[in-house]
């Protein structure tokens, strides 16, 4: 979406020169539409949705804010809503109704049909974040005797309702038999042959409790445009949508970097937070990592007597904690990615453990080596740092290699824990893993020190 075009739209509505705005709007995308509903003020957003026809105000309003759908939902007489509601997919409206204050959906109940209301509050008694919570009753459902001819007119019938036609499911008293897609349908030129002929009965679906993170890698694993979901009798009750699938990928990514950067996750955009929203959903885990940091001071406390001995090691701590905390990073990133792909399960974690032994050799070696050569030409020579010597270099390329070790096992062993335990393996991520690791490279490195330099 152009700037000078929702500048264009804007203009319009201030000039009242509806029937132009109209004739714009109409040929928009939902999504443009509802990004230029953002840029105008609030007293003017009713105005300018009853400017757009029936169905697409409801494609419009699905794509908004939930707070700027709050707005309107509050403006709307009685039949406004009831027209709103009549256009959504039962999907949709749930999504709407979880986010909406109590008096909001008490009244959004209201006006919904007997029928949508049934289905909302069907789906509504799922868990949060279960294949129940996000799926559609609105399918399409053939019998495995109807003939293709009847399968077709059926599909004509009743399809201008559901979410998608595409892919069809034969049922047989709601169990689910097989499925079969429009395609099929309309290339088998003998009419008369049966649905279940031609139906493929190596169905893949999943059940109402399925996690929803589980049914959108599902989705992304077998490219399909919906995925069945049943309950534990095997009996059809909806199905996931791609676009669903799609929303709850985005959900979560964005939750795991919240959680891997130390933040509490948050279903308001940015620029929809205030800075006491932020406040609240950072300071805990900063608090936290505060405190938690205070077993770095007590070891340096600890060793104080050392380093007052040989105070030039005092100037490698930060880049050994650095080094640490950023191999910790790598491996948690790189095996958290990989959970939450499905690549990896808990009985995966030796072999985890000794790819990442042996890239930490590997890192540590070169590492080491590079920091040697560093810490006696530019430390030493150029900046001429005489306290500098051969054992303390050596000293600190010790350290350097077995943080290096120690960082890359923990980062890739706490993720696959926190999994197994049922936990989000993102709460392991850079803080807590930076955190470990840089109390124990200072115990490393004193302990190195104590050995090669203090007892020389």
Not at 109 to 119: C, E, F, Y
Not at 172 to 196: A, C, I, M, N, Y
Not at 236 to 250: N, Q
Not at 251 to 264: K, V, W, Y
């Amino acid at each position: 979406m152009e700037w000078n075009v929702e500048d264009a739209l804007k203009s319009l509505l201030e000039q009242k020169k509806y029937q132009a705005l109209k004739d714009i709007l109409v040929t928009m995308n939902p999504a443009d539409i509802a990004t230029v509903f953002e840029e105008i003020n609030d007293e003017k957003i009713p105005r300018f949705f009853r400017l757009l026809p029936k169905e697409l105000a409801a494609e419009t309003f699905v794509e908004m804010e939930p707070e700027m759908q709050e707005l309107l939902i509050r403006g709307f007489s009685d039949e406004e809503l009831q027209d709103v509601i009549e256009e959504l997919y039962v999907d949709d409206a749930v999504d709407i109704v979880e986010e909406m204050p109590a008096n909001v959906v008490k009244r959004i109940l209201a006006q919904a049909q007997p029928d949508m209301r049934k289905k909302i509050n069907e789906i509504l008694r799922y868990p949060d974040n279960s294949a129940g919570s996000i799926m559609t009753t609105e399918y399409v459902s053939l019998r495995p005797d109807m003939t293709i001819r009847d399968a077709i007119n059926r599909i004509r019938r009743t399809g201008v309702d559901k979410e998608t036609i595409y892919t069809c499911y034969i049922t047989e008293g709601r169990k689910l038999l097989g499925f079969v897609t429009v395609k099929d349908l309309l290339l088998t030129s003998d009419d008369d042959k049966l649905v279940e002929e031609i139906m493929d009965t190596n169905v893949i679906s999943v059940n109402t409790h399925t996690d929803q993170e589980e049914v959108a890698q599902t989705l992304s694993k077998y490219n399909f445009l919906a995925l069945p979901v049943v309950d534990t009798e095997n009996r059809m009750v909806g199905i996931v949508t791609f676009d669903d699938a799609m929303d709850v990928l985005e959900e979560e990514t964005t939750e795991d970097i919240e959680i891997m950067a130390g933040i509490t996750p948050s279903d308001k955009t940015y620029l929809r937070s205030n800075a006491f929203d932020l406040f609240k959903h950072r300071i805990p885990w900063l608090m936290l990592l505060m405190v938690s940091a205070t077993f770095t001071g007590m070891i340096i406390t600890g060793f104080e007597s050392a380093l007052a001995a040989q105070v030039v090691l005092t100037a490698f701590i930060p880049m050994l904690m650095d080094t640490g905390g950023n191999s910790g990073s790598q491996s948690s990133v790189t095996v958290i990615r990989a959970l939450s792909l499905g690549e990896l399960e808990f009985p995966d974690l030796p072999r985890v453990v000794l790819k990442e032994i042996e890239t930490a050799v590997l890192c540590g070696v070169s590492l080491s080596a590079i920091c040697f050569i560093k810490i006696m030409v530019v430390d030493r020579m150029l900046l001429g740092n005489t306290d500098i010597t051969p054992l303390t270099a050596l000293v600190v390329c010790l350290t350097m290699a077995v943080t290096v070790l120690i960082a890359k096992v923990i980062g890739c062993i706490l993720p696959m824990i926190a999994k197994k335990l049922g936990f989000d393996p993102a709460v392991m991520a850079s803080p807590f893993i930076t955190t470990t690791v840089d109390a124990l490279s200072l115990l490393v490195y004193f302990g190195i020190a104590s050995a090669l330099l203090f007892h020389t």
